[in-house]
């Protein structure tokens, strides 16, 4: 750890400096601040991967068991797809917002222990846990994506219902783009979870007692997965208005965030 350890807080610096230019574009709408922000992140991504790569090497297993290896696995995630969507759809707010998570995400990683390769048991390295682990992970990118999708889609409707004509407003997609957007990304995340957790009760089923299927995660994981199934089911339908289903969708992830970073009495996450 300690021979790669410089790559790491190097990618928080650069990352700070991005999401800072990022601002400054936020505030004054400048191209050339924006392209060295991008720039940025494009270091920071590389060197994300680099640092994983190498964690991946001298571990001997792919790392996403301990909390500081998920956190910083969502945080790349959250990183490539800003990447992706500055790429394919252009929306700079997006990758602002995107990556104002992805940064906090990696700093909560810095206060994490790092744990001892011989700590981490066979049992954790297992391809099921793995997949499990990294299925939930993009799901939650999914979602953030989904979350940000919608709380853009409150803020421009609060700024058209009060007739506030600001730059902002002329740089937000159309209330329509956004709440298709948000559907597109729960459409994603929706499957991958609902595998992640099918995955995770089988490897459970194969090395845990009977009785975790009620322990606190696996019940509102699976909760999480029955709110945003309902929130699609409501969407197809056409039955809701679209603003509650963006309130909706906001407060879903507030429960996945809960949920992920530990806020429940879990009785076999214990190696996080």
Do not use: C
């Amino acid at each position: 750890m300690a021979e790669v350890r410089w790559i790491y807080d190097l990618t928080i610096f650069l990352y700070a400096a991005s999401v800072l230019f990022y601002f400054n574009d936020f505030l004054q709408s400048n191209r050339k601040v924006n392209r060295l922000a991008f720039g940025l992140l494009v270091v920071v991504w590389a060197l994300q991967t680099a640092f994983f790569v190498s964690q991946a090497v001298m571990k001997g297993y792919f790392p996403v068991i301990t909390l500081f290896e998920t956190l910083f696995f969502y945080s790349w995630v959250l990183v490539g797809l800003s990447l992706a969507i500055h790429y394919f759809f252009r929306i700079d707010l997006l990758v602002f917002f995107t990556n104002i998570i992805g940064f906090v995400v990696l700093v909560m990683s810095m206060f994490l222990p790092e744990t001892p390769i011989e700590a981490v048991s066979s049992i954790l390295t297992s391809e099921l846990l793995l997949t499990h682990v990294t299925l939930a992970m993009f799901s939650y990118g999914a979602f953030s994506l989904s979350m940000i999708f919608s709380a853009m889609y409150l803020l421009q409707h609060k700024m058209l219902k009060g007739r506030r004509w600001s730059p902002l407003l002329r740089r937000l997609p159309s209330l329509d783009q956004l709440e298709g957007y948000a559907y597109r990304m729960n459409m994603l995340g929706v499957p991958m979870l609902l595998l992640s957790i099918v995955l995770g009760i089988i490897w459970g089923k194969m090395v845990l007692p009977e009785k975790f299927l009620f322990d606190s995660k696996v019940v509102l994981s699976v909760l999480v997965l029955a709110i945003y199934s309902l929130w699609l089911y409501q969407r197809y339908r056409d039955t809701v208005q679209m603003r509650r289903l963006a309130q909706w969708n906001v407060l879903a992830f507030l429960l996945l965030l809960i949920n992920f970073l530990g806020f429940t009495t879990s009785t076999f996450h214990d190696w996080w």
